[in-house]
């Protein structure tokens, strides 16, 4: 993105560097949601560009549209549901993840709203690779654990 | 990617907690058989639901079972958790009040912000009851609990000038229980941060007034209530989206600028109305409101006196949804309701919601061209009185219509201001339930040979209505070979839905 180095005025914009090296730019006050780049800014000041190591040219791109719309309070719910329709399980984690790390609270809330309904009705089996769990029970525990919970287990659809 | 991998693994409990809390209780639950350290992270969810029919055993309410997990879970609780949203569903709550009284104290002690307690009887269904009196009355200690945000009460008897002691509700839901208008008008009076009232399968016995000039109040929805003076006041500046559903209300909406979503089902009727000129007030009343659904009840009134009236008053309608089968009755009001938005971008027909209407007149509007619509078989049994459902009429009896089918098909309404929307705005069309039903086709084809600007129509069949596959494809290569097609830029999608 082509960026208007000397705009004279109240958008500045902030240079952040992805943990693989690519440099984006936000605007200062979309910056301002983000309270780990917010306080990277107050340490290292705005004009150098600000590293951001857990978060990669993958996501930052998408997290950077998210909020452009937000500071023009024009997230809907439209909006929202267009921004994680065509993104797998796996991307929504990462975003996720990403969102964790840059105190993102709006696009947090949101993308965890938004796990949950994806993991809703799933099988424990899909449930426990999203999160890269082992399942370590032996299968007489996991019925025993089955049995006791049985009423949560009812009237669900085991496979995927 | 494996470097986020091992991140997830590393997230902290306190972010699985707060996805666990956002999976409704009963996921939630399964959690615990993920791995072993997973096993007791679902009970810091901060989002409860004791819910009895997650305890029924081949349709036999495990009543004792509930009631000892409920015990347990209180008892087991950690002190410091909060709890964000807590939920009760029982039925006989007054055989165990003391448990629903501990549930109580356990969720405002936990600083519980969304309250819902529902203790209505399953047997009673929508359409009937004998307006019981309502099963248990909410403990006082709610009345105190300020942090509140949100109430839901079905059959729980509350006392109004004691609830607009929470000053922080912004959602209150009732139902199954007899309101009266000064409860609600204190409620919303007092407690000035609501947003949403939803009152469902209540009956009223006096006018039902929501106004206010400072009014916060966002939406309303009202679904299956008994109105003994089925007049309804609507004064609420804010007032943004308006759902009705249930027999024919007499509505006085006033400020309703704002108003953006609309959706008047009059689905309890079974009757056509002795007198049907509110249904044209009905439609004016909600002109400029941008999206708009309206049901069979309405289509039929439309077809059969009302619809010419809309010639005059033109409705700003930007996306407008029909709940329709697309029969003889309603097809008239449907293309009148077209004619009456000339801004219309979005269209969505949601199939299989039409019913025929008793002792509905069998006049259509008569002009120079009449439209004569085959009807699918499988309606014409439901028909009563209605002449015959099966309008065997091969001769195509129309004229200058802009575009005919082929021979067998029949043609369309002419009107000198063939819907404005279809030369110069509609974009899109749904279609939900699609059968591939002759009216339904044609409806297709009117829309196609006319639509000049459409973009996309996205038509979602339904598995059950085509039965096999083989005549899936049969109606999927009918629909894509419909020309001429007036917009260039058309495409179709079909999706195969259960």
């Known amino acids: ?160 | 990617m494996s470097q986020n991998f091992d991140m997830i693994n590393l997230l902290p409990i306190s972010l699985l907690i707060i996805i666990i809390s956002l999976l409704p209780f009963k996921e939630a639950a399964r959690t615990s058989i993920l791995a072993k350290n997973w096993m007791h992270l679902w009970k810091s969810t901060t989002n409860v639901e004791f819910n009895e029919h997650h305890f029924s055993r081949s349709n036999e309410f495990q009543r004792n079972d509930f009631l000892k997990f409920i015990t347990l879970w209180i008892e087991n609780h950690h002190q410091n958790s909060n709890i964000e949203k807590f939920s009760l569903t029982l039925s006989d709550p007054e055989t165990d009040c003391e448990i629903v009284k501990r549930c109580v104290d356990f969720a405002t002690q936990h600083g519980v912000k969304d309250l819902a307690l529902n203790f209505s009887d399953t047997d009673w269904s929508d359409e009937e009851y004998d307006e019981p009196e309502a099963l248990f009355e909410l403990p006082t200690k709610v009345y105190e609990h300020k942090a509140l945000e949100s109430i839901k009460l079905f059959s729980c008897g509350f006392v109004a000038t004691k609830l607009i002691k929470l000053h922080s509700l912004k959602e209150v839901s009732f139902g199954w229980m007899e309101l009266k208008n000064e409860a609600i008008k204190i409620l919303l009076c007092n407690c000035k941060k609501i947003e949403s009232l939803s009152i469902k399968n209540c009956w009223m016995s006096t006018n039902f007034e929501c106004s206010g000039s400072d009014l916060s109040l966002k939406t309303l929805i009202i679904d299956s209530c008994k109105f003994y003076y089925p007049r309804l006041t609507i004064n609420a500046p804010n007032l943004s989206y308006f759902k009705y559903y249930g027999n024919v209300a007499y509505f006085k909406i006033q400020n309703s600028l704002h108003m953006n979503e609309v959706d008047i089902n009059f689905g309890l009727e079974y009757q056509y109305p002795k007198v049907d000129e509110f249904i044209h007030k009905v439609i004016t009343d909600f002109k400029h409101v941008k999206v708009l659904t309206v049901c069979s009840f309405i289509l039929q009134v439309l077809s059969n006196a009302l619809g010419p009236l809309l010639v005059e008053d033109k409705l700003n309608t930007r996306h407008l949804k029909l709940m329709t089968s697309l029969h003889n009755n309603e097809y008239l009001g449907v293309l009148f309701l077209l004619n009456g938005c000339p801004m219309l971008e979005l269209l969505t027909f949601d199939l299989g919601f039409g019913r025929f209407l008793d002792k509905a007149p069998n006049e259509y509007y008569s002009s120079e061209s009449k439209v004569e619509v085959e009807v699918e078989d499988e309606y014409s049994s439901d028909g009563d009185g209605d002449g015959d459902g099966d309008g065997d009429d091969d001769d195509d009896d129309d004229d200058d219509s802009s575009y005919v089918g082929d021979e067998n098909q029949i043609g369309f309404i002419d009107y000198k201001n063939i819907c404005q929307c279809l030369k110069s705005s509609l974009k899109v069309v749904e279609i939900n339930n699609f059968t591939g039903a002759k009216n339904q086709i044609l409806m297709l084809k009117f829309l196609i040979y006319n639509g000049s600007l459409i973009q996309r129509i996205t038509i979602n069949v339904s598995k059950e209505g085509v039965v096999n596959v083989e005549n899936y494809h049969k109606i999927k290569e009918c629909v894509m070979t419909i020309r001429p097609r007036a917009s260039t830029d058309l495409e179709i999608f079909f999706f195969l839905k259960n």
Do not use: C
Request: charged share 35%; aromatic share 10%.
């Open chain 1, 1 to 160: 993105m082509a960026q208007e180095a000397s705009s004279s005025t109240s958008s500045k914009t902030i240079s952040l560097k992805t943990g693989d090296g690519e440099i984006f730019e936000i605007e200062a006050s979309a910056a301002k949601q983000m309270k780990t780049v917010q306080r990277l800014i107050d340490d290292l000041g705005d004009d150098i560009t600000i590293p951001l190591h857990n978060v990669f040219s993958k996501e930052l791109p998408k997290i950077i549209e998210y909020y452009k719309k937000d500071i023009t309070g024009e997230i809907t719910k439209d909006f929202e549901a267009e921004f994680v329709k065509d993104l797998n399980d796996d991307e929504v984690k990462v975003l996720f993840l990403a969102a964790n790390y840059l105190d993102a609270n709006k696009l947090f809330e949101f993308l965890s709203q938004n796990i949950a309904d994806r993991l809703e009705s799933k099988s424990v089996e899909y449930v426990r690779k999203y999160f890269g769990v082992e399942n370590d029970f032996t299968p007489e525990e996991e019925s025993k654990l089955r049995e006791e919970r049985a009423w949560s287990f009812r009237g669900i659809k085991e496979d995927e």
